[in-house]
């Protein structure tokens, strides 16, 4: 059965909507107007097949880190017809922090290309990274921000039951993500707001909730 196209305007997480028509099986169209070199727009028509999976060698640009990679690879991954197995090339410094609570809150950061930018001490990355460890420990919540779209997805695509995780405040790229995930999926998220004296630790939280669909691996049925 055919399915119906999903547009967007613009080129904002362009790397979410190729996953999530990648995962539904729905074609996307996404336009630009944006002039680049005399070009009057550019339309991007992507339209995906089987989840093969299999071995996967990539080399990573040293302008992201390796997290950027794997959230897209580990969205994709359950629903693959066979085992994904990733070789990453690439330099950076992941942390990290082992909550009280059980959690793990991560960040991540990644040196400069040779030749591009202000080059950067080892030391200098990692009193960065640490700082920006500090701050998703100060945000608190369940998951990290690197992470958050990833549990979110994970929630829409569980079992036909409620799920529930606490965040830290989202981000903006946070709720456009949201937005994509009622658009692929007709998924709608309930957040609510905790009170200071629910949590009286670290930024604002939300309590996300959503009814998972369901889904299976049907490419792991084929021969």
């Known amino acids: 059965m055919a399915h119906s196209c999903v547009s967007y305007e613009g080129y904002n997480i362009l790397r979410h909507r190729l996953v999530l028509s990648t995962g539904t099986g729905k074609p996307g169209k996404i336009r630009t107007?944006?002039?680049?070199?005399?070009?009057?727009?550019t339309t991007l028509y992507f339209q995906t097949g089987l989840l093969y999976g299999g071995a996967v060698e990539h080399d990573c640009s040293l302008q992201r880190f390796i997290g950027y990679y794997l959230e897209a690879m580990l969205a994709l991954a359950p629903f693959m017809k066979n085992p994904l197995k990733a070789?990453?090339?690439?330099?950076?410094?992941?942390?990290?922090?082992?909550?009280?609570?059980?959690?793990?809150?991560?960040?991540?950061?990644?040196?400069?290309?040779?030749?591009?930018g202000?080059?950067?001490?080892?030391?200098e990355l990692g009193k960065n990274c640490a700082n920006l460890l500090l701050e998703e420990?100060?945000?608190?919540?369940?998951?990290?921000?690197?992470?958050?779209?990833?549990?979110?997805?994970?929630?829409?695509?569980?079992?036909?039951?409620?799920?529930?995780?606490?965040?830290?405040?989202?981000?903006?790229?946070?709720?456009?993500?949201l937005r994509h995930l009622r658009s692929f999926f007709q998924t709608v998220f309930k957040i609510e707001a905790l009170k200071?004296?629910?949590?009286?630790?670290?930024?604002?939280?939300?309590?996300?909730?959503?009814?998972?669909l369901g889904s299976t691996n049907l490419s792991k049925t084929l021969k």
């Open 87 to 116: 070789v990453l090339r690439g330099f950076g410094l992941s942390l990290i922090a082992e909550m009280t609570n059980g959690t793990n809150l991560s960040a991540e950061m990644a040196s400069n290309p040779p030749g591009q």
């Open 196 to 212: 200071p004296e629910e949590d009286g630790k670290g930024g604002e939280k939300v309590l996300m909730t959503c009814v998972g």
């Open 118 to 123: 202000t080059p950067i001490l080892p030391e």
């Open 137 to 177: 420990i100060y945000r608190g919540g369940c998951v990290d921000s690197i992470n958050l779209s990833l549990a979110l997805l994970y929630m829409t695509l569980g079992q036909q039951d409620v799920s529930k995780v606490l965040l830290g405040p989202l981000s903006l790229y946070t709720i456009e993500f």
């Open 33 to 41: 107007n944006d002039d680049i070199r005399g070009l009057r727009g």
